[in-house]
């Protein structure tokens, strides 16, 4: 197949969505340009618990959602096994909750054919000591965890690797038409350089922002945008994907990933897609639910709580009694006069593959090409590297004792990992190789890691203002772990204070602006 | 177990307690955990530098003007804080280390190369105006990550005529890279002079000041960089690492040892409960059950940093031995990140004028001092004021206590 004579086809959003977008198109033989206004994966991509859904959380109340769930996490789990750590996952219910729940979710997962098994709650609870005694009924499912940049960055691998383009850090600014058809879209960096790209075709993937980019060319979305908060809880104080056994709502999923725990969410109708702050009030919600679960949560270090905002499309003509499904949409701006524009919207991160793949058909309708779709089919995964497994690290640095090597001392990133990003970086940011590699991710939050990134950095001869650098990262840093500033997270928020102020002379009034601009406050 | 004053913690005001109590003629019982946030710092003496602050500095109290009137500089006094910090430069353990004369206008380098201003510097620390125009050698240590050489002389290039980066081997190579066991294998270095005649051969030979990381030594540092100065014959000097670091825990080190020569210290008690009457606290007890009792008593256990003040997850702070008045500036609450960690710091318990503790009730506890960390309404990161407030709480309630004791 010869690219040359294929259209080229803009991707507006660089979250797993855009990515599974690109990679879709990429493997069609279509020219791909992707576009992000910051980093991959760094808007509602990575802002969730990290769950690849089994389905059976919304197999009650959207069943053939909840079978689209199953069968897209077999497949990710296939392709991209290096991002999915296989742990499994349970339904609980409690002693006091009233109604049939219990069987009808069995019966549902019955019918949507995810495999599930009720076990013995004694059982059960002799390997999970955190749970409370108070659970009755337990469901086993095939939940599994999924690390939000190991899929985007594995995808754009591939993307690259298949001669697509990516641009990031490049803001859409303008969407240009003529007779009916987008021609051309004008992009700005963030040095403010701007840049018009010549296109056949667009697809808008940009998720919680789909309202925004409509908006350039006079059209809506008409979205639901809610924050979910979660926090993130030191250990693993749970060996399964732990959710309640109940109709979804808030409050209801405990995920352990990586060296950590993620317990969430919450939900908050919200205007703005950068709306990331947590709120107090969202805190102590959070701690209420998981005491129902986990009677001495309360006594847990949790170094961080962080807020995403999730795109949920509202159908024409819904019933506001019900709620809106969360099965995705492809919405065909053809109506209001655009005859290459698509939007694809709403779904989660579990079922990103098939979004792509529906509405990368549909674009094909549009232009007249009818290439079968084949990234169920084809592995991305680097045959040398094996399943992602948190312990896996430890191994590893155990075995080769490369202890003096370790730049991040609670993540167990070594100088090599960090070599290894910043070789396929085009320029230094700290919070690129940060996200790649989880550094400063752990209980210190970057506390010891921080200025030892930059040594290291400045070894190699990169070049980057030390003082910004350090500062951005705490910043970064410091804005979801003052949230949870209790019990020792307390201690750990004061005593980076006091190395970033009182030891390193790192001036504060700086940081606020820096923390002002990661929170979008004006 | 009776004794005239029992000292709560191990930070930098309780040793300046201790040590001022003892000249007043009063002995202590020193009862921590054995972890003092002194081991976090550079071992430096910051006494107030606001950042930020548009006042030309003269010395740190030209500042003063600029606190709030809860600060506990004000519920101590220019006068009294002045006094203390004379006093504490005049103490022996300074002879000791001989910190150079104390100043207020010195600068030093911070771990990451800044500028950062402090009072005093100990026996070669690195002066940050020494440095300008001159051929610097740096030496770091292979596989030691705490000390960071390249950002030093990213900082430093900017104003010195040259800076090298050698990497040299430590001294006893079988054993791991942090700070402490390099530090230890310096203090056991049987042939200190041939290690730095290796060194020697491979230094720029113009090069006039040689920054060593500072971890050459513990006990016996003085002499490993009076020897390193010999053979090399050039100055040389120390630049900090990440804390935990050297030069905070020899002053640590000396000052335990000056005070124990008076006090008896004990290194693992943990105080949780104590028995008030009369507005007086007669005993308190440890995590071990056992019972302390003294005439008066001091609390410096670090405030939230060290744990001697805890923040619960439902906003709560509470100092759990007696319970008093805690200032709570909501910091869970705040909107902005800043204001919130402003607010974490400036936490802390509520005295009178004489370093008292109120209780909710508004009565306090007469033969009760709260000290540095503790004492809410002043934030060292911001005001560069850590060991400066420690000092002078720390003396001024030994004070305080020998008043108080002249009037029972």
């Known amino acids: 197949m010869n690219k040359n004579h294929m259209p080229r086809i803009i991707v507006i959003g660089g979250g797993a969505t855009g990515c599974g977008v690109a990679r879709d198109l990429s493997l069609r033989g279509y020219r791909v340009i992707l576009i992000e206004s910051g980093d991959l994966g760094s808007g509602t991509s990575s802002r969730f618990h990290g769950m690849l859904q089994s389905g059976a959380r919304y197999v009650v109340s959207d069943t053939a959602y909840a079978a689209e769930c199953y069968r897209e996490r077999k497949i990710i789990s296939k392709i991209i096994p290096e991002a999915v750590e296989e742990i499994g996952g349970v339904f609980v219910s409690l002693k006091n909750e009233e109604g049939n729940f219990p069987d009808k979710f069995f019966s549902c997962c019955v019918k949507a054919k995810i495999p599930c098994e009720e076990i013995d709650s004694e059982d059960f609870l002799r390997n999970e000591k955190e749970l409370t005694k108070d659970i009755e009924r337990v469901f086993k499912v095939p939940d599994a965890i999924i690390n939000p940049w190991k899929l985007v960055n594995a995808l754009a691998k591939d993307i690259k690797n298949l001669g697509g383009e990516i641009f990031t850090n490049h803001q859409v600014i303008s969407i240009n038409h003529k007779n009916n058809l987008v021609n051309s879209v004008e992009v700005i960096n963030k040095n403010g350089i701007k840049k018009n790209i010549h296109c056949e075709a667009v697809i808008n993937a940009s998720g919680a922002w789909s309202g925004k980019i409509a908006n350039l060319f006079d059209q809506e979305v008409s979205l639901e945008l809610t924050k979910g908060s979660i926090m993130v809880f030191s250990h693993r104080i749970v060996n399964l994907a732990i959710n309640r056994c109940r109709m979804p709502t808030s409050n209801d999923i405990m995920c352990p990933s990586g060296t950590v725990s993620l317990w969430g969410t919450t939900s908050q109708v919200v205007d703005d897609p950068n709306t990331t702050k947590v709120n107090p009030d969202e805190i102590q919600k959070l701690l209420d639910g998981a005491e129902e679960l986990f009677p001495n949560i309360r006594e847990f270090r949790s170094f961080r709580a962080w807020a995403g905002v999730r795109p949920i499309v509202k159908p024409k003509n819904h019933n506001k009694d019900l709620p809106l499904p969360r099965s995705h949409s492809v919405i065909d701006h053809h109506k209001e006069g655009f005859n290459n524009i698509l939007t694809v919207c709403g779904g989660s991160l579990t079922t990103h593959r098939s979004m792509a793949e529906d509405v990368v058909n549909q674009i094909g309708n549009k232009l007249g090409i009818n290439n079968q779709c084949e990234t169920s089919e084809i592995v991305i995964s680097d045959p040398r590297k094996s399943n992602w497994n948190s312990t896996s690290y430890f191994k590893k640095i155990e075995k080769e004792k490369n202890y003096n090597d370790l730049i991040c001392e609670c993540e167990l990133i070594t100088k090599k990992d960090i070599e290894e990003v910043v070789e396929n970086e085009d320029e230094i940011d700290f919070h690129n190789i940060r996200r790649r590699v989880r550094v400063g991710f752990g209980p210190c939050q970057g506390t010891f890691c921080n200025s030892r990134l930059a040594n290291f950095l400045a070894s190699k001869k990169y070049d980057f203002d030390t003082e910004e650098s350090i500062l951005d990262f705490w910043a970064e840093r410091l804005k979801g772990s003052i949230n949870t500033a209790y019990g020792d997270q307390a201690k750990q928020v004061l005593l980076s204070d006091y190395i970033f102020q009182e030891n390193f002379g790192l001036n504060l009034s700086s940081i606020n602006k820096k923390i002002m601009k990661l929170n979008n406050e004006k | ?408």
């Not at chain 2, 001092?369 to 850590?386: C, D, H, I, Q």
Request: aromatic share 10%; net charge positive; with cysteine.
């Open chain 2, 1 to 408: 177990m009776k004794s005239d004053v029992i000292i709560i913690g191990s930070e930098l005001d309780a040793f300046v307690a201790s040590i001022r109590l003892n000249e007043l003629g009063f002995n202590t019982r020193i009862l921590s955990n054995g972890k003092g946030s002194l081991l976090y710092s550079l071992g430096n003496i910051k006494i107030l530098d606001l950042i930020g602050s548009n006042i030309k500095k003269t010395s740190p109290f030209s500042h003063f003007n600029k606190l709030n009137l809860n600060h506990p500089y004000n519920t101590i006094g220019k006068e009294n804080v002045k006094k203390s910090i004379d006093w504490f430069f005049g103490l022996d353990v300074f002879n000791r280390l001989k910190f150079n004369q104390y100043d207020y206008n010195i600068n030093t380098l911070s771990p990451i190369g800044l500028k950062i201003s402090c009072v005093g510097l100990y026996y070669k620390q690195v002066n940050y105006d020494d440095l300008e125009n001159q051929e610097i050698s740096i030496i770091e240590f292979e596989n030691y990550k705490d000390f960071h050489s390249e950002l030093i002389a990213k900082s430093i290039i900017k104003f010195a005529k040259s800076i090298e980066i050698i990497k040299a081997k430590q001294p006893d190579i079988s054993k791991n890279s942090d700070s402490s066991s390099l530090a230890i294998s310096f203090d056991n270095l049987e042939n200190p002079e041939n290690y730095f005649n290796n060194l020697k051969r491979r230094l720029n030979k113009n090069s006039s000041i040689v920054i060593f990381p500072a971890v050459m030594g513990l006990n016996k540092y003085i002499k490993v960089i009076q020897t390193a100065e010999k053979i090399l014959n050039k100055r040389c000097v120390e630049a900090p690492t990440l804390p935990p670091s050297i030069p905070a825990i020899r002053l640590n080190l000396d000052l335990e040892k000056e005070i124990i020569q008076h006090n008896s210290l004990h290194k693992n008690s943990i105080i949780s409960k104590a028995k008030i009457e009369n507005q007086k606290c007669l005993f308190v007890k440890d995590n071990f059950d056992r019972t302390f009792s003294a005439n008066t008593f001091v609390v410096s256990n670090g405030g939230i940093l060290m744990g001697g003040i805890k923040v619960y997850s439902n906003g709560d702070i509470k100092e759990k031995i007696f319970n008093p008045k805690i200032q709570n500036n909501s910091h869970l609450l705040k909107e902005k990140t800043s204001l919130s960690l402003n607010a974490l710091q400036t936490s802390g318990v509520v005295t009178n004028k004489k370093l008292n503790p109120f209780l909710d009730n508004d009565t306090i506890i007469k033969n009760v001092f709260y000290t540095g960390r503790n004492l809410a309404n002043w934030n060292p990161s911001t005001e560069f004021s850590g060991e400066g407030v420690s000092i002078a709480s720390g003396w001024y309630s030994a004070n305080n206590i020998a008043e108080y004791m002249g009037n029972i």
